[in-house]
């Protein structure tokens, strides 16, 4: 079964840094592309960055310069480093698997994980 | 303020057919496949239509879209209270090298 297990949210203060974690099983990592999406409290869906199988990365503008997403195909995980954290970034994380192994127009976002939250507040 | 533009609510009542607008620009849908998310309530979001009509297997031949110039539609026919949840669509932008969604449409069946 292919599962996507988030980690790593918690309560931060505004300019603090996190790093969220999460843990795919039940397919090959390697081979597919992987995206972050978030969703602040009564809000809707907001896509926040994608990485290829390889090193290929791609971001909102809301977050560049200071979210950088990764993965470590070794250990099947993927990675949102968040530094200079804001208020308006409080949001439940969401990490998608895409389609394919490329980032690409044509793609989707075919299983989710259950989210992990991020509170950023003094 | 989302990229594409959506009804912010929709309703219907059990057995009837809906449909949820999605309104992009040429930048978006008008060039690239439109895709669909069903939220449940208090659950993440579930893949429900990719590449403007195909449905994942295991989604219900109720759920149908389509696609038009710069703008998306997705149909729920034969309405059941199972359906009511938040509806999101989802395209590529070009112009903005990113994927970017509606502002969700919440379904209440009567």
């Known amino acids: 079964e292919v599962q996507l297990l988030e980690s790593g949210g918690g309560l931060i203060q505004p300019g603090g840094s996190l790093r969220l974690s999460c843990a795919a099983s039940?397919?090959?990592?390697?081979?597919?592309?992987m995206s972050w999406v978030r969703q602040a409290p009564g809000k809707g869906l907001e896509w926040v960055s994608a990485?290829?199988?390889?090193?290929?990365?791609y971001y909102a503008d809301s977050v560049k310069g200071r979210f950088t997403i990764s993965r470590d195909n070794s250990k099947n995980t993927l990675f949102l480093q968040m530094n200079s954290l804001r208020a308006e970034d409080t949001a439940l994380y969401y990490c998608?698997?895409?389609?394919?192994?490329?980032?690409?127009?044509?793609?989707?976002?075919?299983?989710w994980g259950k989210g992990t939250t991020v509170t950023v507040s003094s | 303020q989302s990229v594409l533009t959506q009804p912010p609510s929709a309703s219907g009542t059990p057995g009837q057919r809906v449909t949820i607008s999605c309104f992009g620009s040429?930048?978006?849908?008008?060039?690239?496949?439109v895709n669909w998310y069903q939220q449940l309530p208090g659950t993440a979001p579930k893949l429900l239509i990719y590449?403007?009509?195909q449905r994942p297997s295991g989604v219900p031949d109720r759920f149908s879209g389509s696609k038009s110039g710069t703008s998306a539609s997705l149909a729920i026919s034969g309405l059941q209270s199972e359906d009511e949840a938040d509806y999101y669509c989802?395209?590529?932008?070009?112009?903005?090298?990113?994927?970017?969604f509606g502002g969700g449409t919440k379904l209440t069946v009567l």
């Open positions: 998608a698997k895409e389609r394919r192994v490329v980032v690409a127009a044509t793609n989707y976002m075919d299983v």
């Open positions: 989802a395209a590529w932008d070009d112009s903005l090298n990113g994927r970017v």
């Open positions: 039940g397919f090959t990592f390697s081979n597919y592309a």
């Open positions: 590449s403007h009509n």
């Open positions: 040429s930048s978006n849908i008008g060039s690239n496949t």
């Open positions: 990485i290829s199988g390889g090193d290929s990365t």
